[in-house]
Antibody
Framework: QLQLQESGPGLVKPSETLSLTCTVS??????????WGWIRQPPGKGLEWIGN???????YYNPSLKSRVIISVDTSKNQFSLNLSAVTAADTAVYYC???????????WGRGTLVTVSS | QSALTQPPSASGSPGQSVTISCTGT?????????VSWYQQHPGKAPKLMIY???QRPSGVPDRFSGSKSGNTASLTVSGLQAEDEADYYC??????????FGGGTKLTVL
């Protein structure tokens, strides 16, 4: 059974880069035609799509975050990653990684990891 | 401010039906069939309940149904059960490879 697990620092300083990794277990990240993506949820608030990457390496980003986001995939490690630069307190959120059968919906989510931006 | 508008709360008694709305524009909900709904219990990851307006993933009870009219999508939960109490989020494709969410609706089973 495929599972996703986020990992990375729980505390990031303002202006620095937030880096998270999603490890996919129970199946190969490159053996199927899925998108892999990141979605975040500030404490007590709603969901916000960050971006997706396809197996081919094509990336798709939320226009409001595009200038600060890079999503990459490492098929040898069965992982994909999120880098969000120049973070502020507004980037404090639970970050989820997810599998997308299409760009438009996610059918499998990780448990999420809380990242706090604070000095 | 979320791109899609949902009522902050909804409620119903066990066995009743409740409908949650999600209003967008002709650039998102009104322009595509790609509306999804997610259920989120406290402290848990969201779970896909409906995709492409009215499609149910395997394992989702048929008590959950989705529809769309114009720029508004709806999620209906029939035969309410205690475990349906959760937050529900809609999402829609918004063109140019962009995905937007609603602000969420807290469903209370009375």
């Amino acid at each position: 059974q495929l599972q996703l697990q986020e990992s990375g620092p729980g505390l990031v300083k303002p202006s620095e880069t937030l880096s998270l990794t999603c490890t996919v277990s129970g199946g190969s990240i490159s053996s199927s035609s899925y998108y892999w993506g990141w979605i975040r949820q500030p404490p007590g608030k709603g969901l916000e799509w960050i971006g997706n990457i396809y197996n081919s390496g094509s990336t798709y980003y939320n226009p409001s975050l595009k200038s600060r986001v890079i999503i990459s995939v490492d098929t040898s490690k069965n992982q994909f990653s999120l880098n969000l630069s120049a973070v502020t307190a507004a980037d404090t959120a639970v970050y989820y990684c997810a599998r997308h059968p299409t760009l438009m919906h996610s059918d499998l989510w990780g448990r999420g990891t809380l990242v706090t931006v604070s000095s | 401010q979320s791109a899609l508008t949902q009522p902050p709360s909804a409620s119903g008694s066990p066995g009743q039906s409740v409908t949650i709305s999600c209003t967008g524009t002709s650039s998102d909900i009104g322009g595509y069939i790609y509306v999804s709904w997610y259920q989120q219990h406290p402290g848990k990851a969201p779970k896909l309940m409906i995709y492409e307006v009215s499609q149910r993933p395997s394992g989702v009870p048929d008590r959950f149904s989705g529809s769309k009219s114009g720029n508004t999508a709806s999620l209906t939960v029939s035969g309410l059960q205690a475990e349906d109490e959760a937050d529900y989020y809609c999402s829609s494709y918004a063109g140019r490879n962009n995905l937007v969410f609603g602000g969420g609706t807290k469903l209370t089973v009375l």
